[in-house]
């Protein structure tokens, strides 16, 4: 860390026409405000932590190109599922049609049936 040589300052101050009184007061303010500056150590330290956040990014992006994957895998399962639901849907309403339609056809049998046995059409 760098020393600031503040009497060596207030010197050169004078030198250039300063009063004392102004250029201690000068001093002093620089004083302050050099403590709120930045050193090359903590930049060091910033860059090492900007240096750490980009690598977990990099990870983390990582991660998420897994779990869009994981969820294109699973989108694409669910779709082969319902598609494998809907046409079993699809067979099971075709057996129930196909069973409605032979129940109609023999209460239709059964009705022409009768119709000639009540004509006497059909032989005892």
């Known amino acids: 860390m760098a020393v600031f040589d503040t009497h060596k300052a207030i010197k050169t101050l004078i030198g250039a026409g300063f009063s004392e009184t102004k ?10 405000s050099h403590d709120a500056l930045a050193t090359k150590a903590d930049i060091s330290a910033i860059k090492s932590e900007i240096a750490a956040v980009k690598a977990d990014i990099t990870v983390v992006k990582a991660d998420v190109t897994v779990v ?19 046409e079993r849907t699809t067979k ?3 057996r129930e049609q196909e069973l ?12 022409v049936i009768g119709v000639l046995a009540a004509l006497e059409l059909v032989p005892r």
Do not use: C, F, P, T
């Open 92 to 94: 099971a309403d075709l």
């Open 100 to 111: 409605r339609m032979r129940l109609h056809l023999y209460a239709v049998a059964i009705v």
């Open 68 to 86: 869009k994957a994981d969820i294109d895998a699973v989108r694409s399962d669910l779709k082969a599922l319902e598609n494998a639901v809907d």
């Open 23 to 32: 250029a201690e007061a000068m001093i002093d303010a620089m004083g302050e």
